[in-house]
């Protein structure tokens, strides 16, 4: 399965989305592989995007017939809408997880396995969307804002570089607002 030529995204059901820059991969539901992105397509909800070599602008639809944009690189996200959520756009993160041991003599051989692997998150940049984040750890909710979200060892990490970020911690449930220039740790249950 590939993804459908570019059409106006629907609100629960599909995503409209464009390479930027780079090597954008997606692969639809269904699907056993991924495709190569051309200039644009409509993809499904449930569709995985791979912009860990580019970026790409991914435009959803709002209640009313409004759309938001936010470009989003250097991760592999699952992209959800979820009914009621009034337009909200999740973006769940995807591919392996941190390898993570104890103390000793494996603790060299899994720092050094982790250094070659990619990290597992997600760049971000809106300009007052619907857009969140999720992680292993927490949830984070942005609010026009250029935002980072990595799953770590030791928890899932939101970095802010503009506007801000409200993180739901999802281990300690509270809600915490990450501003410019500011991180919050989302610490994993170990």
């Not at 409509?42 to 639809?61: E, F, M, N, Q």
């Not at 591919?95 to 982790?114: V, Y």
Request: hydrophobic share 40%; proline share 6%.
């Amino acid at each position: 399965l590939v993804p459908a030529p570019a059409a106006a995204p629907q609100l629960g059901r599909s995503v409209a989305i464009a390479r930027a820059s780079g090597t954008v991969l997606v692969r639809v539901p269904g699907a056993t592989r991924a495709a190569a992105l051309g200039d644009g397509a409509s993809v499904p909800v449930g569709s995985i995007v791979d912009t860990r070599a580019g970026t790409v602008k991914l435009h959803a639809a709002l209640p009313a017939g409004a759309t938001q944009t936010g470009t989003f690189h250097g991760g592999l996200f699952e992209v959800r809408q979820p009914a009621g959520a009034r337009g909200m756009t999740e973006l769940v993160l995807r591919g392996p997880r941190p390898s993570c041991t104890g103390a000793g003599a494996g603790t060299a051989r899994a720092a050094a396995a982790s250094a070659r692997r990619p990290p597992r998150g997600l760049w971000g940049r809106d300009d007052h969307g619907r857009f969140r984040t999720r992680g292993s750890n927490s949830v984070a909710t942005v609010r026009g804002t250029a935002w980072y979200v990595e799953d770590r060892c030791d928890g899932t990490l939101t970095r802010v570089s503009k506007g801000s970020v409200s993180v739901r911690d999802l281990r300690r449930p509270r809600t915490v607002i990450v501003h410019a220039g500011q991180s919050y740790l989302a610490r994993s249950a170990r």
